[in-house]
Antibody, heavy 120, light 114 residues
Framework: QVQLVQSGAEVKKPGASVKVSCKAS????????IHWVRQAPGQGLEWMGR????????NYAQKFQDRVTMTRDTSINTAYMELSRLRSDDTVVYYC?????????????WGQGTLVTVSS | DIVMTQSPDSLAVSLGERATINCKSS????????????LAWYQQKPGQPPKLLIY???TRESGVPDRFSGSGSGTDFTLTISSLQAEDVAVYYC??????????FGGGTKVEIK
C-alpha cells in the first residue's frame, strides 16, 4: 500500500535551517508529484509547494519562494523540504502528501507529519 | 490566490443525524473545458494527517463510506454526512486545486457529537 514516512521531530534555533524527509513506498515514486503542506497547532492547512520527482522540477508558494527548497533522491524514493531562516512562527507540523493520479491536484496520501519547533 | 471560506466553524450533530458543511470559493473553480470542479474535501482527526474524502467536488475516494457526499458547482460546495457516526468526529477541510500552483484550503469545520 502507498506509504509516506517522514523524518522525526526537530528543534531549531531562529535563523537556522531544517530539512525534512519523506520516504515513499508502495508505488512508483517518479510517477506522482509530492506536495508539502504545513499546519500550525490548532490551525488550518497551508500549501508550501510541490516537486515533480521525475524531473526534479518545483513550484513554490509565493510566501515561501525565497526560503524553501524541495529536492528528491530517486535512488531511495525520498523527497526533501528544506526551510531556511527559521522564525518562531515556523513552529508547525510539516506534511508531505502525494498528488493523486486521476483526481487533479487533490492529495490522496499523506505522511504522518513532522513537528518543527523553532526556539532560542 | 483563491480564498476558500467554510461555514460553520463548528457544529454539533446528534448521532444518526445529518451534518452539512459549506465551502465557498472567491472565484469559480469550475474548469469549463472538462466541466469539472477542482474541489476536494478532507477529514482530519486529532493527531492524524488529513485524509482525502472527496475530489472533483463529488467523487468519493476509494474506501470512503457512502454516508459522505459532496455537491455543488462553481463557487458553492457542500459536504454532507448523511448519518453521523461517532468515528466522524473530526475537522473537515475543503481545498481548491483550480490553481495548481497555488493550492488553498478552507479554514476548517469542526464536527462534534451533540
Amino acid at each position: 500500500q502507498v506509504q509516506l514516512v517522514q523524518s522525526g521531530a526537530e528543534v531549531k534555533k531562529p535563523g537556522a535551517s531544517v530539512k525534512v524527509s519523506c520516504k515513499a513506498s508502495g508505488y512508483t515514486f517518479t510517477g506522482y508529484y509530492i506536495h508539502w503542506v504545513r499546519q500550525a497547532p490548532g490551525q488550518g492547512l497551508e500549501w508550501m509547494g510541490r516537486i515533480n520527482p521525475n524531473s526534479g522540477g518545483t513550484n513554490y508558494a509565493q510566501k515561501f519562494q525565497d526560503r524553501v527548497t524541495m529536492t528528491r533522491d530517486t535512488s531511495i524514493n525520498t523527497a526533501y523540504m528544506e526551510l531556511s531562516r527559521l522564525r518562531s512562527d515556523d513552529t508547525v507540523v510539516y506534511y508531505c502528501a502525494r498528488e493523486g493520479s486521476n483526481s487533479g491536484s487533490s492529495l490522496d496520501s499523506w505522511g504522518q507529519g513532522t513537528l518543527v519547533t523553532v526556539s532560542s | 490566490d483563491i480564498v476558500m471560506t467554510q461555514s460553520p466553524d463548528s457544529l454539533a450533530v446528534s448521532l444518526g443525524e445529518r451534518a452539512t458543511i459549506n465551502c465557498k470559493s472567491s472565484q469559480s473553480v469550475l474548469f469549463n473545458s472538462n466541466n469539472k470542479n477542482y474541489l476536494a474535501w478532507y477529514q482530519q482527526k486529532p493527531g492524524q494527517p488529513p485524509k482525502l474524502l472527496i475530489y472533483w467536488a463529488s467523487t468519493r475516494e476509494s474506501g470512503v463510506p457512502d454516508r459522505f457526499s459532496g455537491s455543488g458547482s462553481g463557487t458553492d460546495f457542500t459536504l454532507t454526512i448523511s448519518s453521523l457516526q461517532a468515528e466522524d468526529v473530526a475537522v473537515y477541510y475543503c481545498q481548491q486545486y483550480y490553481t495548481t500552483l497555488a493550492l488553498t484550503f478552507g479554514g476548517g469545520t469542526k464536527v462534534e457529537i451533540k
